[in-house]
Nanobody, 119 residues
Framework: QAQLVESGGGLVQAGGSLRLSCAAS????????MAWFRQAPGKERVFVAD????????SYADSVKGRFTISRDSAKNTMYLQMNRLKPEDTAVYYC????????????WGQGTQVTVSS
């Protein structure tokens, strides 16, 4: 059974920081990449950042570039999202996801963690 569990969400003032974690277990062990997505109220889920598990190559949505940093700890099988200089428009439910291979879609998803940024 594959499982992704997010943690670290909460309420923060604009300009503040939060660090999200995503712990992977089960069939997600042999994964090609992991990613963070977010979904704001009334909007579609959108890509935030991803990381290639072996090698650590990363990419970011333009809206978070320079403010967010994605990383992973292979020994702990955990991915992180350090979010700095948060803005009210970053308010969303943040989801982590994993895919097994280069040609696979993100087939494993966490339950989501709420991030609320007050102005």
């Amino acid at each position: 059974q594959a499982q992704l569990v997010e943690s670290g969400g909460g309420l923060v003032q604009a300009g503040g920081s939060l660090r999200l974690s995503c712990a992977a277990s089960g069939r997600t062990g042999s994964k090609y990449a992991m990613a963070w997505f977010r979904q704001a109220p009334g909007k579609e889920r959108v890509f935030v950042a991803d990381i290639i598990w072996n090698g650590g190559s990363t990419s970011y949505a333009d809206s978070v570039k320079g403010r967010f940093t994605i990383s992973r700890d292979s020994a702990k099988n955990t991915m992180y999202l350090q979010m700095n200089r948060l803005k009210p428009e970053d308010t969303a439910v943040y989801y982590c996801a994993a895919r097994q291979g280069f040609y696979d879609s993100y087939g494993y998803w966490g339950q989501g963690t709420q991030v609320t940024v007050s102005s």
